[in-house]
């Protein structure tokens, strides 16, 4: 079985920032692209920023140059430095992960559970 835990979310002034984790547990075999979105009240839920096993990574216009993902292979984990947050930023962020589970030929899409970004103005 395969979790994703997010952590580091919480409230925090326009202008601030917050750094976000989240953590790959389980039977995981390899962990191919990881990726960061968001969903605001009442919106879908929107792509943020990506990275692949090798390094490569995305962002969405709306977060370039002032979000940064990054990942720790060796952990399993991903993180996602936000700075500059503006309240448009608020939003639940989720974690995913294309996996590969020991045991296993295919890779399949996993989710945590989110985190609560809040930036008052």
């Known amino acids: 079985q395969v979790q994703l835990v997010e952590s580091g979310g919480g409230l925090v002034q326009t202008g601030g920032s917050l750094r976000l984790s989240c953590a790959a547990s389980?039977?995981?075999?390899?962990?191919?692209?990881m990726d960061w979105y968001r969903q605001a009240p009442g919106k879908q839920r929107d792509w943020v920023a990506r990275?692949?096993?090798?390094?490569?990574?995305g962002y969405a216009d709306s977060v370039k140059g002032r979000f940064t993902i990054s990942r720790d292979n060796a952990k399993n984990t991903v993180y996602l430095q936000m700075n500059s947050l503006r309240p448009e930023d608020t939003a639940v962020y989720y974690c995913?992960?294309?996996?590969?589970?020991?045991?296993?030929?295919?890779?399949?899409?996993?989710w945590g559970q989110g985190t609560q970004v809040t930036v008052s103005s």
């Open positions: 995913n992960a294309e996996i590969r589970p020991i045991g296993l030929t295919f890779s399949y899409d996993y």
């Open positions: 389980g039977s995981i075999g390899s962990i191919e692209t």
């Open positions: 990275i692949t096993r090798g390094g490569s990574t």
